[in-house]
């Protein structure tokens, strides 16, 4: 089976390496590489148990690959929070009234779990090495009901066309009139100095809603939700995360905001499998904020589909309510609220 696949970040490089391990003939085009020096972090705690699943799977496939980091996870939440999901998936955990210098209200609690460091730059740069991934930017075209690539005026074809061009891939399939159930949205981080002893932590904060990690010494990566595809983070944004840093912390100085681009989907969690109306397409996206925990899982469970010739339909975009690509199913916040 001859495979193309569009788009070489976590999604496409994963299944590219999947289709090829179940004896596909795989041709990838992969764009430019978006990913930053600096790992992503990969959590099992999370509200929803299949997440959690498939970000197990996701860590066991990256130490095949590269040497994972563990790091102390500490998610502040409500007294009251329900942490059912991790105790179903048997994710060991410790809840504590006080953790290091963390300033917690009475009410609140630190949830203490272990997350680890991927560096996804290394390994989505070794697989496009690997299996052969051209640079090149392709779009889609069709002839009837069948997909097929378009990249440097060549035309590609193939059994199956996969598109996993992240938050390109509504605009992509659009052009051959096939409309996905994903939104790209985005998704911004502020640098920050912030004493020694908060750097080595991954910290999910709940209740003030911002999460921050390592960044590359000695500074911290600190981001809360999403705005509107390709717009910059807004005016003070940096400061604003600081001061919720401080509020726990003592002290952050917020040196500069980015803004990078993030995919939703309706269900705020991934979604891949065969697009309607063609015979050949499918697609995988919606990776929203945590595309390194479930992405490697998540690939895999679609080239099995393409090869065993068993994918499902994504939904289809006239059946769905209009939704908000800011939701994602990993955010504790959402399900708190709930
Ligand atoms: C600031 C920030 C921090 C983040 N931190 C984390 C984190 O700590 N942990 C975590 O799990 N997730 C994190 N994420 C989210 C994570 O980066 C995404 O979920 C993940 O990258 C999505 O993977 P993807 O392969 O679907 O899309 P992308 O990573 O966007 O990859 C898409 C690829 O397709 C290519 N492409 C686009 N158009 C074309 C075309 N026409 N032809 C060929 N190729 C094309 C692009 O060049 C790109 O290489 C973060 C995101 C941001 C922005």
Redesign the pocket.
């Known amino acids: 089976m001859r495979v193309v696949v ?7 490089v994963f299944t590219a390496y999947f289709l090829r391990k179940l004896g596909a003939e795989v041709v990838g ?7 930053p020096l600096t790992s ?3 959590t099992l705690s999370m509200p929803d148990g299949e997440d959690i699943e498939m970000a197990r799977e996701s860590l066991a496939v990256y130490r095949e690959l590269a040497s994972v980091r563990p790091i102390t996870s500490v998610d502040i939440m409500p007294a009251t929070a329900d942490l059912g999901s991790l105790r179903r998936a048997g994710v060991k955990y410790d809840v504590v009234d006080r953790y290091g210098g963390l300033l917690l209200a009475r009410d609140e609690v630190a949830v203490i779990t272990t997350d680890y460091l991927i560096p996804v730059r290394r390994v989505v740069a070794k697989l496009r090495r690997e299996l052969g991934f051209s640079a ?4 889609l075209a069709r002839e009837g009901r069948t997909a097929y690539v378009v990249a440097d005026g060549r035309s590609v074809k193939a059994d199956a066309v996969v598109l ?5 891939n509504r605009e ?1 399939a659009s052009r051959i009139g096939v409309e996905l159930p994903f939104r790209p949205y985005s ?3 502020a640098i920050l100095l912030v004493p020694s002893w908060l750097r080595g932590l991954s910290i999910g904060d709940y209740v003030m809603s911002w999460y921050g ?1 390592p960044g590359p010494w000695p500074f911290y990566i600190a ?1 809360d939700g999403c705005g509107e595809a390709h717009t910059p983070p807004p005016r003070g944004y940096a400061a604003r995360i600081a001061r919720m840093i401080s509020r726990r912390a003592g002290w952050a100085v917020p040196l500069y905001a ?1 803004a ?4 939703g989907s309706p269900t705020g969690g991934p979604l891949a499998g065969k697009v309607g109306g063609l015979e050949n397409l499918y697609a ?2 919606g ?7 479930v ?1 490697p899982a998540v690939a895999r469970r679609l080239a099995e589909a393409v090869v065993g010739g068993r994918a499902e339909s994504l939904p289809d975009l006239s059946e769905i309510p209009e939704f908000g690509p800011c939701v994602e199913r990993h955010d504790w916040s959402f399900s708190l609220r709930r």
């Open positions: 569009v788009g070489g970040g976590i999604a496409g085009f992969g764009g430019r590489m978006e990913y992503l972090v990969l090149e930017k392709a779009r996993a061009a992240g938050a390109s992509l998704c911004y981080a990690r981001g980015k990078g681009l993030c995919e995988v996206g990776l929203d904020g945590y595309g390194s925990m992405g």
